[in-house]
């Protein structure tokens, strides 16, 4: 039987203002999944935070979409919400948009990323999860974990990842989706990926003929776009996604490895803002410094028949100090910049937007050049 790992996130409250999640939320989550797996819903879970994010880790047997699921996360954030409004946490319910639930999850607000694969022998399975950014913060790390052989050792010289990966990629704009294959499409592919608010890696599959069946996915991402559900500002979508690793996939270290760089993303300060990604672990994923920098935890499993032997908390690691380091001095250059881009977002992709009542209020003032 295979088994299913389902994120589902969201956003019902921020403690203090945007910063992190209020142990009470946690707790009532917890409580509620509980539940679910002495009813046999769920075959386990683990509940966790990255900022101001309220992070379901679940696995069952019920598959991707599937009803009873997702209606259980949207009754957990749904109580969440309530206590979120008795403390009067920041923002409460942010980030469900609909009053009720009507099947499936997507569309209501909150992010998913979901995969049903038949489990290994061994089945080691990180969750990562950012806060202040958006999905397309994971197209260089996922790229270069199954396809830059600069990161990831495995494709140069195991037999069994040699062939590559073949990667799903979204346009959100279009609504559309291509498969392309790596390394045989991997310039074409940048040209789409680099393009990181419109093109995003949904996810990674093997190749056919492999090791591991070419129809279940490896990694996937979450992609759903809070402010074109809601068509206002409602919060960053802050994305998370599943990675597995190990055994005709790149190894652990070469999946974490994808994060050593804190690469520059969008979605800081009133999702207006580019900085550089930090790695940290769960206790440092608190947003401060200009509500950010923008955070990514890593959360390890081991799956065995759908129980999750864990967390190990992966950044929580002298390893990625110089990587932190560097992302703090990259966040000070940044924050120079003030209301400057390119650390200010171009106007269109900026998330509050005051620009058009300043050309209102100087509508007048404006004489044509000669
Ligand atoms: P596997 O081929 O078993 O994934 O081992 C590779 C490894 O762990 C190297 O670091
Ligand atoms: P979140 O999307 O994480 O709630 O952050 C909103 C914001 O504007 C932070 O500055
Ligand atoms: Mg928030
Ligand atoms: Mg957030």
């Known amino acids: 039987m295979k088994t299913t790992f389902s994120i589902i996130k969201a956003d019902v409250?921020?403690?203090?203002?945007?910063?992190?999640?209020?142990?009470?939320?946690?707790?009532?989550?917890?409580?509620?999944?509980?539940?679910?797996?002495?009813?046999?819903?769920?075959?386990?879970?683990?509940?966790?935070?990255?900022?101001?994010?309220?992070?379901?880790?679940?696995?069952?047997?019920?598959?991707?979409?599937?009803?009873?699921?997702?209606?259980?996360?949207?009754?957990?954030?749904?109580?969440?919400?309530?206590?979120?409004?008795?403390?009067?946490?920041?923002?409460?319910?942010?980030?469900?948009?609909?009053?009720?639930?009507?099947?499936?999850?997507?569309?209501?607000?909150?992010?998913?990323?979901?995969?049903?694969?038949?489990?290994?022998?061994?089945?080691?399975?990180?969750?990562f999860l950012m806060d202040k950014t958006e999905p397309g913060a994971f197209n260089l790390p996922i790229f270069k974990i199954f396809a830059d052989p600069f990161n990831t050792a495995g494709l140069v010289i195991d037999p069994s990842l040699h062939a590559g990966f073949k990667l799903e990629i979204w346009d959100i704009l279009e609504h559309k989706k291509v498969f392309m294959d790596m390394p045989e499409e991997m310039y074409d592919a940048l040209a789409l990926i680099g393009a990181k608010s419109r093109f995003v890696i949904k996810r990674v599959y093997p190749k056919e003929g492999g090791k591991l069946p070419a129809d279940e996915p490896v990694a996937v991402i979450s992609t759903e776009k809070l402010y074109q559900i809601a068509g206002e500002y409602v919060g960053k979508d802050d994305p998370v996604a599943a990675v597995r690793a190990q055994s005709g996939l790149p190894a652990l270290g070469e999946v974490l490895e994808g994060f050593a760089f804190p690469h520059l993303v969008s979605g800081w300060m009133r999702g207006s803002h580019n900085g550089p990604i930090m790695p940290v672990s769960v206790k440092q994923a608190r947003c401060t410094r200009f509500d950010g920098p923008p955070r990514v935890v890593a959360v390890g499993f081991q799956i065995k028949d759908g129980k999750m032997t864990g967390p190990a908390d992966l950044f929580d690691d002298p390893g990625f100090d110089y990587t932190r380091q560097k992302a703090i001095e990259v966040a000070d250059y940044m924050r120079r910049h003030g209301p400057f881009e390119p650390h200010r977002l171009p106007l269109a992709d900026m998330e509050y937007t005051t620009l058009p009542k300043v050309m209102e209020k100087l509508k007048g003032r404006f004489k044509d050049i000669e």
């Open 13 to 127: 409250g921020g403690f203090p203002g945007h910063s992190s999640v209020h142990e009470k939320l946690i707790e009532v989550a917890e409580k509620n999944l509980s539940e679910a797996k002495n009813e046999g819903l769920l075959i386990d879970f683990h509940v966790t935070h990255c900022g101001d994010d309220l992070e379901l880790l679940m696995t069952h047997h019920r598959g991707e979409n599937n009803e009873e699921i997702h209606s259980l996360a949207w009754n957990t954030f749904t109580k969440a919400t309530e206590i979120a409004k008795s403390l009067g946490l920041y923002g409460a319910g942010q980030d469900l948009l609909k009053d009720a639930f009507s099947g499936n999850i997507r569309g209501l607000g909150p992010g998913v990323a979901e995969m049903e694969f038949t489990e290994r022998k061994s089945e080691p399975l990180i969750a």
